[in-house]
């Protein structure tokens, strides 16, 4: 079983559309979660940084930790063709420690 | 500010050859640590540099060697190349103690074993 579990996608949405992302993971000690987005070619970008269970938002993105049940969410709302790329999501047991990646969901937003 | 800079962008050896890749850290970052990205795959982890001494490895095999610089900048190796290593290796550079602990991302050197 792997640490950190992400369905691979691909996803395709029309512009507008609201997009769920999510991951599941086993290892009790992650306490910081991250998400990346990545667009073909190029590295991973910081896209939310969260610390322990709870919401956090910046923009059109919403971050989720629910460490009960070792699952963790981004939401993209009014999605853009621009957010089209892959978008990971990884986790450490230490700040500035080992990032465990998850496998990446490819997204599609369609005009 | 400057952000990674990883070099050279692509790059095709042979099995059995030794690559090394290069990666400037953003400015003020002190920590740089390495990652192995196969197509389709998340990056897995290959060590980190701190103040020039390595700082916890991934399981990959001694081949997969490193060094940092005192100006930050880092270097990784591998030798005895074989076909399974060919992926995207990415640098990623951070400031120890800082309050958020996200990595800055280079964009990555293409490595293809043939």
């Known amino acids: 079983q792997k640490e950190v579990e992400q369905d691979p996608g691909p996803l395709s949405v029309p512009e507008g559309a609201i997009v769920s992302l999510n991951c599941t993971y086993s290892?009790?000690?992650?306490?910081?979660f991250m998400w990346y987005r990545q667009y073909s070619r190029k590295g991973p970008e910081l896209l939310m940084y969260?610390?322990?269970?709870g919401n956090k938002e910046d923009g059109r993105f919403t971050a989720q930790v629910d460490k009960s049940s070792k699952y963790i969410s981004l939401f993209i709302r009014d999605s853009q063709p621009s957010d089209s790329a892959t978008y990971l999501c990884?986790?450490?047991?230490?700040?500035?420690?080992?990032?465990?990646f998850g496998q990446g969901t490819e997204l599609s937003v369609k005009p | 500010e400057t952000g990674v800079t990883q070099s050279p962008t692509h790059l095709i050896k042979t099995r059995g050859q030794q690559v090394t890749l290069r990666c400037s850290s953003q400015?003020?970052?002190?920590?740089v640590s390495w990652y192995q990205q196969a197509l389709g795959q998340g990056p897995q982890f290959i060590f980190q540099?701190?103040?020039?001494?390595?700082?916890g490895r991934g399981n990959f095999p001694p081949r997969f060697s490193g060094l940092q610089f005192p100006n930050y900048s880092s270097e990784l190796n591998v030798n005895a190349l074989e076909l399974d290593d060919s992926a995207l290796y990415l640098c990623?550079?951070?400031?120890?103690?800082?309050?958020?602990?996200?990595?800055?991302f280079g964009s990555g050197t293409r490595l293809t074993v043939v």
């Open positions: 990623a550079s951070s400031l120890a103690g800082a309050a958020t602990g996200g990595y800055t």
């Open positions: 290892n009790s000690a992650f306490q910081y």
């Open positions: 969260t610390y322990s269970s």
């Open positions: 990884a986790m450490s047991g230490m700040r500035g420690g080992k990032l465990i």
């Open positions: 400015s003020g970052h002190n920590t």
């Open positions: 540099y701190y103040r020039e001494e390595e700082n």
